[in-house]
């Protein structure tokens, strides 16, 4: 059976018609993820949990294991994930409450890392496309039939915190095109994307950055305060998601992406370079 990852805060683990199986603690080649696993059932199929920040939010964006958080999923047997996180909206027509389905990032992140592949097995995959688009329009029709307000599309900047913007930075990324900011979808997406898992991030707006005239500057309280209300909907999107959309045995071309990225002959590999990797290379072997 295959199952489906979902990477937020703990307020998704009260979901309503959540049956809890287990929790997995599981240790990875890159240490641990930022906290056990929860295995559950949502309408009979099963879902693997991990709030990001840890379920007390005591890891920040910068500090985040994300490498440990992927590769946990896919030792879990998650062939899907869907990334929940709290965006600040750069567009006057992304509201506060408003949900965006990003299909592109631009990753200001800087020092966290971001790949797999460190040596001497190298891939290079490609992140032209680094949503799962089939897994997005699913997750579009269920915030539809919730009355969601949603963004189909949008490009989500990944800055690297935890500060928030100065007030030129969000000019400026405005001036770039940007739809959404946040800090912690990359380099999860480039991490799931050579795990082979698909991916695509529900964007919850939680306030206007700092760009906005007529608005407060973001705060804590004011983010938490929206947020709130964000998670109602994305409860309710899930288990609408889970009800009528989601396939069992989905499959994609994000499931194929190492096919032909990886610049190294696998089978003349020692058994030390392949350790870290095994997981995700063990089907070429």
Same mark, same amino acid.
């Given at each position: 059976m295959q199952r489906i990852g979902i990477i937020g805060g703990s307020g998704l683990y009260a979901i309503?018609?959540? =049956?809890?199986?287990? =929790?997995?603690?599981?240790?990875?080649?890159?240490?641990?993820?930022?906290?056990?696993? $929860?295995?559950?059932?949502i309408h009979?199929?099963?879902?693997? /949990?991990?709030? *990001? %920040?840890?379920?007390?939010?005591?890891?920040?964006? %910068?500090?985040? !294991? @994300? *490498?440990? !958080?992927? @590769?946990a999923m896919k030792l879990a047997g998650v062939s899907q994930i869907i990334s929940i996180s709290a965006v600040g909206s750069l567009r006057e027509d992304i509201t506060p409450g408003d949900f965006v389905l990003v299909d592109q990032f631009v990753d200001r992140t800087r020092e966290r890392a971001s790949t797999f592949f460190d040596g001497p097995v190298v891939a290079h995959v490609s992140m032209a496309d680094p949503i799962c688009a089939s897994l997005a329009q699913k997750l579009h029709q269920a915030c539809a039939k919730?009355?969601?307000?949603?963004?189909? *599309?949008?490009t989500y900047m990944v800055m690297q915190g935890p +500060? /928030?913007?100065?007030? #030129? =930075?969000?000019?400026?990324? *405005?001036?770039?095109?940007?739809?959404?900011?946040?800090?912690?979808n990359m380099p999860e997406a480039k991490l799931a994307k050579e795990a082979e898992i698909c991916y695509? $991030?529900? #964007?919850?707006?939680?306030? @206007?950055?700092?760009?906005?005239?007529? =608005?407060? !500057?973001?705060? &804590? #309280?004011?983010?938490?305060? &929206?947020? +709130? %209300? !964000?998670?109602?909907?994305?409860? #309710?999107m899930l288990l609408t998601y889970f009800e009528h959309y989601h396939s069992q045995n989905t499959?994609?071309?994000? +499931? %194929?992406?190492?096919?032909h990225s990886i610049f190294a002959d696998l089978k003349v590999q020692s058994d030390e370079s392949l350790r870290p990797i095994y997981a995700l290379v063990k089907r070429f072997l």
């Open positions: 309503d018609g959540i =049956e809890i199986i287990d =929790e997995l603690d599981i240790d990875t080649p890159f240490g641990k993820p930022s906290d056990k696993l $929860t295995l559950a059932t009979g199929h099963e879902v693997v /949990f991990l709030p *990001r %920040h840890g379920k007390t939010h005591s890891i920040p964006p %910068h500090k985040i !294991n @994300y *490498r440990a !958080n992927i @590769y919730e009355g969601i307000t949603t963004h189909e *599309r949008g +500060q /928030f913007s100065t007030r #030129a =930075e969000s000019e400026l990324y *405005r001036s770039w095109g940007m739809d959404v900011i946040g800090m912690t695509t $991030t529900v #964007a919850m707006c939680t306030d @206007y950055d700092c760009w906005h005239e007529t =608005e407060d !500057n973001v705060s &804590v #309280a004011s983010v938490i305060e &929206v947020m +709130q %209300h !964000n998670v109602s909907k994305a409860k #309710a499959t994609c071309a994000c +499931q %194929h992406t190492l096919e």
